[in-house]
Structures are given as C-alpha cells and as structure tokens.
C-alpha cells in the first residue's frame, strides 16, 4: 500500500511539472503587448511584402510613423538579434513615443519574431526582464535567442551555405537572420523572413536604414557603426557633429565586402537604400561573464569584466558602474535621431523631423519605465 501511495505521489509531483513547465512554455510563444503611441499613423504586417510568411511566427508588426509633411524615410530594426535588448526595446520607445512632422519612420521592434519565442540553450539566459513605470504598474519583455527558434526551422545543416554569395558558414548560422539577407522567397524560413524585409526597403523606397545590434565587452566591433560605403559620408558626419558633440563615442567601422548576408553589406549591395548597424554593449552576451540574470540584462554590471578590463581584455571602458540598459537605449536612440537630423543636412529633399525621443539623460534619470506607455 505505501509503495503504491508513493508511486501515486511521484505521478501527481511529475504531472504537475510538465503542466507547469507547458504553461511557461506556451507563454513564452506569445509576444508581449507593444502600444503604440501618438505617432503611429499606420501598422502593417510584415507578410504584406511576402504573403508565404502570413501566419507563421516570422510575420512581425510593421509601425509607420508618417508626417504632415513629406520628406525622407527611414526604416528602424530591433530585434535581428532577440538577445540583444538594447535594440529591441529602443524600437519599442520608438513606437510608444516618437512623433514624425516630416517625413515617414518604418519600425520593426521584432524583426526576427520567431527569435523571441525561445532562449539560448545552455546559457542559462533569463526568459524576462522588467520595468517599473511610474504608477507602479510592471512592463515585462523577454530575452530571446539569437537564432530562430527550431520549432519554425529544422533541421541545421552541417553547414550553410549562404545563397546570394556561396559562402560556407557554420550550419546553425542558418537560422541567424542576420546571415541570411538579401533573402529568398522560397529559401528556409530565416531567408523568407529576410527576403520580406528587403523588400519592404526596396518597394517602400526606405533612404536609411538603421539596424540596431549589442556586442559584448570583448567584441571589437562594439561602440560603433558599421556603414556601408555608400553611408559613409553621412556616417561619419553623425559621428563627429553629432554624438561627439553629445559626448557620446563612437567609432566608425566599414562594412566588410566579404563578410555576407548582413543588413549593412546586403541592403546596401541590393537596394537603394543607405544601410548603417549601430552596436551598443551587452555585457550578458559575453563569454567572460558570470552569473546571467536579469540584473545583469538591465544593469550591466559583471565583476569578472571589470577584472577583465583591468588585464586589458576589453574593447571597451567597464568599470563597477557596467553597462545599464537605460545607456545603451538612450545611446541607440541619440544615433536615430542624429542621423535623422543631419540626412536633411546631407540629403535636402530627404529631411527628416522627428519629436519626442526620449533623450539619454532622462533615460538615465528617469529610467525606461518612465517612458513605457
């Protein structure tokens, strides 16, 4: 009888578990709510520009922001990278506060959707970080993987081979939307998704795009901005006259003509567009980290880098303050609205005025919550 008793016991604990761990795995497939603010004239479905994707996780909101007046365009990407946070919830401040007077902003905060529905395996990454907004209400957003999740592309080749140049990359890398453009409309799932956004540019005749990535410490293209060389001159010109002059560093780095299938070598080769990919630092991407945890997401801070940079194994400054969120975001957003300043500077009949960004010294004081509709 007791043996039966605690075979019936060990049951009810294991199914338990599995409708527990169903439930958060359920969740974690469902996007969280993104409310658009005063600025958002219009939202599109990604699957407009290939309607295969209608349906599928790789279908992601598309947030127009047009003026009263015509002017430029520009496109905004969050999320190629889901583990990448500060790209992601720049876009999302986006929606929630900017407003356009002239010209027309394209935003995409999940550019890889499917990414956001799964974790790194083996990283032990937290699933969520959160904010809390003056009222004491929470915002909870998570953090995905950098590839597509499985579930939607299966199974990895032993390697990839990237379509448009012949390249031989590792075989997972094929689920790297980032790898993947220009795209196919009948490759894998990862190039579909690709293609769609290539042709969002092409066909919506999008002048700039702007792709917003995080590296780690260790990485050496971080604090920068990588441009295709036809951005150059505007590149450059943001740099110098306009985040320096925020005190904001940031170096200048060339798109690599054969390093293939990114958003600044890709749009730039096969659209009209000017194509730049501003990289932030994420110290919760590193190999040299400790404990990954949402602290660690939101605030930057990491022990094992500050000893790092102490042996000089950084490409970055990093001390006991780290690299919070509220930095990375505000700088993201200080480069979105300096290029838009100086691309009417450089480009007149492509002026670009944008309000209400939310500036990286209130970011700072205040905090992202503050600005979470």
């Known amino acids: ?49 290939l309607p295969s994707l209608r349906g599928t996780r790789g279908d ?5 922001l047009r003026g009263s007046r015509p002017g430029g365009s520009i496109i905004v990407l969050g999320g190629n990278h889901p583990n990448e946070p500060g790209g992601y919830l720049s876009a999302v401040l986006l929606v929630e506060n900017a407003v356009v007077d002239q010209g027309t902003l394209y935003v995409l905060p999940r550019s890889n959707n499917s990414g956001f529905s799964h974790s790194e395996p083996q990283n032990a990454n937290p699933q969520y970080f959160s904010f809390t907004k003056p009222d004491g209400s929470i915002r909870s957003f998570r953090y995905g993987s950098r590839l597509t999740n499985p579930l939607d592309q299966w199974p990895d080749p032993d390697v990839y081979i990237h379509a448009s140049s012949g390249e031989n990359l590792s075989g997972n890398e094929n689920r790297n939307l980032n790898r993947a453009f220009p795209g196919r409309p009948d490759g894998n799932f990862t190039e579909r998704v690709a293609y769609a956004i290539t042709e969002l540019i092409r066909q919506e005749d999008i002048f700039l795009t702007i792709d917003l990535h995080e590296a780690s410490p260790e990485y050496p293209v971080v604090n920068a901005i990588v441009s295709h060389e036809r951005a150059y001159t505007l590149t450059a010109t943001v740099i110098i006259f306009g985040l320096e002059d925020r005190g904001i560093q940031v170096s200048m780095e060339s798109s690599p003509t054969n390093l293939r299938g990114l958003t600044h070598r890709e749009f730039g080769d096969f659209t009209d567009t000017l194509a730049v990919l501003p990289e932030t630092t994420n110290p919760a991407q590193g190999r040299l980290r400790g404990r990954t945890d949402e602290a660690l997401v939101l605030t930057g801070k990491d022990k094992f880098y500050v000893r790092a940079q102490a042996l000089g194994r950084l490409f970055v400054p990093y001390d006991e303050s780290g690299h919070p969120l509220e930095d990375r975001v505000g700088r993201h957003l200080t480069t979105i609205e300096e290029f838009a300043l100086f691309l009417g500077w450089e480009y007149p009949e492509q002026s670009m005025v944008i309000r209400d960004i939310p500036q990286h010294s209130s970011l700072l004081q205040r905090g992202i919550g503050a600005y979470l509709r």
């Not at 527990?20 to 520009?49: C, D, N, Y």
């Not at 992601?60 to 127009?64: A, F, L, R």
């Open 60 to 64: 992601t909101e598309v947030y127009i």
């Open 1 to 49: 009888m007791k043996k039966h008793l605690s075979t019936i016991i060990i049951s009810v604990c294991l199914l338990a578990i599995v409708i527990l761990s169903s439930i958060e795995f359920l969740a974690h497939r469902q996007p969280e709510e993104i409310i658009p603010g005063p600025g958002v004239t219009e939202i599109r479905m990604l699957s407009e520009w």
